[in-house]
């Protein structure tokens, strides 16, 4: 009867889940809304998909799944973000500095 089946899940051309509309969506409001904001592309691992993380000029950063680095790539030149590969570049120092301000004061957020 297949009553606890799960549907499959819909896929890219390079065997990644495809990205919701709602993870799109937040994305674009993230940029919308913040200033200065640059586009990371965490590459797929054996436990997790394509990522991208946007960060803003604070620092402040937001990370969601992504239809693969070609997906990243066009998102952030449809919204005309700069778009970099984490894997070259490393994470920027503004980043690590948002988050031990986090951990220091965690009230201020």
């Known amino acids: ?3 606890f089946r799960r549907r499959k899940k819909a896929r890219t051309e390079t065997g990644e889940r495809a990205v ?7 994305l674009e409001n993230f940029v919308r809304t913040r200033r200065g904001v640059e ?11 394509t ?5 803003a000029d604070d620092g402040e950063w937001t990370r969601r799944r992504i239809d693969g680095p070609a997906g990243a790539r ?3 030149h449809r919204l005309a973000i700069p778009v970099y590969d984490v894997r ?3 994470y920027p120092q503004r980043m690590r ?13």
């Not at 990522?51 to 960060?55: A, D, N, R, S, W």
């Open 39 to 49: 586009a990371y592309i965490e590459p797929r691992t054996t436990v997790t998909e």
């Open 1 to 3: 009867m297949g009553l």
């Open 51 to 55: 990522t991208v993380i946007l960060i």
């Open 74 to 76: 066009r998102f952030a």
């Open 97 to 109: 500095d948002y988050n031990e301000r986090r951990k220091r004061r965690p009230e201020l957020f």
């Open 88 to 90: 070259l570049m490393g």
């Open 20 to 26: 919701g509309r709602a993870d799109l969506e937040y």
